[in-house]
């Protein structure tokens, strides 16, 4: 047995971190790198630079908004859409007053800030990509929340 604990049947590698050295067993020396190296190919794709996309209008926060996200409301069903908010909005904004969500009641968002909030949330409010909310239904959604004032005409 060596000090460290380890049998001697393992051999050990030291590996530096940048100014740590550390013994490990020579079995478990490929994991970690394969580990390690698994870990920067997945940090890697987080928190890097995003594609640069036309913007319009601004949100809430003054932040600009996709231009994927302008244009007019293309639906007028509204009873979709008030299903739509019965499924996934009133639990949060009851009847569009104030409830564990801000009152959306009267706010007046354009269709391209509703859109943006909906799909990509803020704050504790979540996101709904289109396999929770199609595009259709967000469409209705939209033109539902104009009867509630939340999205201007």
């Known amino acids: 047995?060596?000090?460290?604990?380890?049998?001697?049947e393992y051999p050990?590698?030291?590996i530096s971190d940048g100014g740590n050295n550390l013994t490990v067993p020579k079995k478990a020396e490929c994991s970690i790198a394969a580990c390690v190296a698994l870990l920067g190919v997945a940090l890697g794709g987080c928190g890097g630079e995003k594609p640069a996309t036309a913007t319009t209008d601004e949100s809430s926060g003054g932040e600009q908004i996709a231009a994927s996200y302008d244009g007019p409301i293309s639906s007028t069903d509204v009873a979709l859409g008030q299903q739509q908010y019965e499924t996934y909005c009133a639990g949060?904004?009851?009847g569009g007053d104030e409830g564990s969500g801000p009152a959306i009641k009267?706010?007046?968002w354009s269709p391209a800030q509703t859109r943006k909030q909906i799909r990509e949330g803020e704050d504790n409010m979540p996101g709904f990509d289109e396999t929770?909310?199609?595009a259709e239904?967000?469409?209705?959604?939209?033109?539902y929340l104009q009867t509630?004032?939340?999205v201007a005409n």
């Open 148 to 150: 509630l004032g939340a």
């Open 106 to 108: 009267n706010l007046a």
């Open 1 to 8: 047995m060596r000090a460290n604990g380890l049998a001697d």
């Open 137 to 143: 239904a967000l469409e209705a959604l939209l033109a």
């Open 92 to 94: 949060c904004h009851p």
């Open 12 to 14: 050990a590698a030291n």
């Open 132 to 134: 929770r909310i199609s």
